[in-house]
Each structure stands twice: as C-alpha cells, then as structure tokens.
C-alpha cells in the first residue's frame, strides 16, 4: 500500500509539470529587437539577422516594437567567413564539395525595465551548401536560420 502510494505521488506530481518554453521576467511585454552592428563588413549580413531574428520574436507572442521596448536583444556581428569545408584532390588540382558560411555574433539580451542583463555571449553559427549544386546565399541563409535559433534558446527561451 505505501508503495502504491508514493507511486501514485510521483505520477500526480510529474503529470502537473509543464514546461512553458520563455522563462522571461513577467514585466517584459514588448521586445525591441535594432539593427545589427556589422563588424565584419559583409554587406547584408547584419541586416538578414536583424529581420529573422524580429520574425522569430513575433512567433513567439512577444510584442516586436521599434523603441522602448521592455527588453532589448543587440548584436554585433563580429566575424563572417565563406570557406571551403570539403574538398579532395591536390593542390594543384582540388574540387571543392561543399563549403561553410560561419558567422559569429556578440548578443545582449538587456530587461530594461529592471536594468538587468538576462544572456550576453558570443554565438557560433555555420551553414553548409553543396558548392557544386548551391550558394554562398544558401550556406548564408542556413546560418542566419541557425544563429537566430540559438539566439533565442540563449534569450527568450532560456533555462
């Protein structure tokens, strides 16, 4: 009987679990989400994180507002490099496979309201492209996908 018990207990306690997925501070509301700095002077760049990552904001029912916003997530991207990430044959004769867009960004994800820094980091992001059938644009595109996710999972989504 006691173990049916506490059986019972800890499948009632488990089953009331739930998991939210945004562990903000109840008095943020609206986010404010400018324009990228663009350290590494690859044009477009800053601009294409900037966009998606404002998208992803609003999917995720928070209010996206041009200024005064509750909290604010900045960036800078630092670094942006297109390499090649798989090749064969020798020097003088190499085929390139697929290639990698790496982009590196500094983010600070401030509560206003409270004047507390909630996530600051540096993120990591690489999107790769089949260099015979694909683009830069494409490796590029994949990577802003990317660091825009772990943006949020540092921000927004936090533990």
């Known amino acids: ?57 609003v999917r995720e029912r928070l209010t996206l507002v041009a200024r005064n916003g509750d909290a604010i997530i900045k960036g800078v991207v630092v ?29 600070v994800f401030l509560d206003v309201k409270n004047g507390k820094e909630i996530y600051k980091g540096r993120v990591v992001s690489i999107g790769q492209y089949n260099f015979e059938t694909e683009s830069e644009a494409d490796g590029r595109q994949r990577a802003v996908e990317d660091i825009t996710e772990k943006i949020l999972m540092n921000s927004i989504r936090s533990w």
């Open 1 to 57: 009987m006691k173990f049916f018990l506490i059986a019972f207990a800890f499948c009632f306690a488990s089953c009331i679990y739930t998991f939210s997925g945004s562990t903000l501070p109840s008095n943020i509301k609206t986010i404010e989400v400018p324009l990228f700095e663009n350290m590494a002077l690859v044009h477009g760049a800053a601009e294409s994180i900037t966009e998606v990552l404002a998208q992803k904001v």
């Open 79 to 107: 670094s942006y490099r297109n390499t090649a990430s798989d090749y064969t044959g020798t020097r003088d004769n190499l085929t390139i496979l697929s290639s990698s867009v790496e982009i590196v960004a500094d983010i």
